[in-house]
């Protein structure tokens, strides 16, 4: 991993990010319904959280693999419990999807390497109050004619500008709530049949990626001196050729297209990229961690955190993760650099976040990563 990193050139607020893995969301939805099993440490979190967020010190930003996380619960009782408490920590900000990060990270590490100047316009936005965001698309809604065409200000201006802002408001947050609860049973049907719903078909292309994972393992087990040896760079070369050879190659394409020369790395050049690219030497190194161990059982939900948390480690100023995965970050003396929070106990957390200070402009914008001050 290389010393200095080659950061996506990302706008972001200015106050901190803190991310919350769903099984202390899982905890604090049980204190507000009256669970049995409802630790009240996590009601004093959310307690902590909300100021936090409602004072403006903090976001709490959502991911694709919370709704990931959330679509798996069959029943709708309780993933409304866990939107409801999403709802008033996050207000349904989403971060940026992976693979558009990745492409970013992919960009500014090519004009690392080239010394090419990077854009002049902003950067792309960090945080964005849509599911969309998380998925690489623009998101929100907007008013089509027949043939598809975006007829939203002609409406505005025929219906007048605020009862149609107002309106509006009322169906985005109708739709961001409902995308994070997921669909109740009786809508299921409609959805398959009027509107393509195919969860099955990303729960496969998901399942294909832990059983990429399995297979690595296969060969450690086949070859256990590897786990001894350079691990972190036979992870770090499957990972590169299985999760991002298709978007490098993809960016190479745009780069013709545009007008810009080809990029034609040599192997060093090449390794310097990769290793400069924050959220996969992120995932990098916690799959290290992981395959080390040989009696690590690949699972779903490791690929899901995994996703998860390699953007918010990089990107985010606290993550508050489970025990496996922290394990992993604090095993991994070369993410330090980064300097994100890791609490281990929920009260680490609450004292943290109540000291986070108030801002002034705390919606300002500003590059990714924060510039910190003794001030």
Not at 207 to 223: G, K, P, Q
Request: hydrophobic residues 40%; proline residues 6%; glycine residues 6%.
């Amino acid at each position: 991993m290389a010393d200095k990193l080659n950061w996506a050139q990302v706008m972001r607020p200015r106050i901190p990010l803190v991310y919350l893995d769903l099984n202390h969301v899982v905890a604090m939805a049980r204190v507000r319904t009256g669970h049995p099993k409802a630790d009240p440490a996590y009601g004093r979190l959310f307690e902590s959280a909300r100021r936090a967020a409602g004072e403006r010190r903090a976001i709490f930003p959502l991911s694709d693999s919370h709704i990931w996380e959330i679509h798996k619960i069959a029943d709708p009782k309780q993933r409304g419990a866990l939107a409801d408490v999403l709802e008033l920590l996050t207000g349904y900000q989403y971060m940026l999807g992976r693979t558009t990060l990745a492409q970013l990270e992919f960009i500014a590490g090519i004009a690392a390497v080239t010394g090419e100047p990077l854009p002049d316009e902003l950067g792309y936005p960090l945080i964005r109050s849509t599911i969309g965001h998380a998925f690489g698309l623009v998101g929100g809604l907007k008013i089509v004619d027949e043939q598809g065409n975006d007829k939203t200000e002609d409406t505005r201006r025929a219906t007048g500008t605020a009862e149609f802002d107002r309106t509006m408001a009322e169906l985005n947050y109708k739709f961001e709530r409902d995308a994070l609860r997921g669909p109740a049973d009786d809508e299921i049907e409609d959805l398959r049949s009027q509107h393509g719903y195919r969860p099955e078909v990303a729960l496969a292309t998901h399942e294909s990626r832990v059983d990429f994972e399995r297979a690595t393992s296969r060969i450690l087990d086949e070859n256990p001196k590897l786990r001894r040896g350079r691990l972190r760079d036979l992870i770090a070369g499957r990972e590169f050729v299985h999760e991002w050879l298709d978007m490098f190659n993809r960016v190479q394409v745009e780069r013709l297209e545009s007008g810009q020369p080809t990029f034609d790395p040599t192997d060093d050049q090449m390794r310097a990229l990769m290793a400069a690219m924050p959220h996969a030497q992120v995932a990098i190194s916690v799959k290290t961690r992981f395959h080390k161990n040989p009696a690590h059982v690949w699972k779903s939900n490791h690929v899901t955190d995994i996703d998860a948390i390699s953007i918010a480690y990089a990107y985010c100023e606290a993550v508050f993760t489970d025990k496996e995965v922290r394990s992993a970050l604090l095993d991994s003396p070369e993410l330090r650099l980064m300097g994100t929070f890791v609490p281990r106990r929920v009260d680490e957390l609450v004292s943290w976040l109540d000291q986070l200070p108030a801002y002034i402009a705390p919606d300002m914008v500003v590059p990714h990563p924060l510039v910190r001050t003794s001030s």
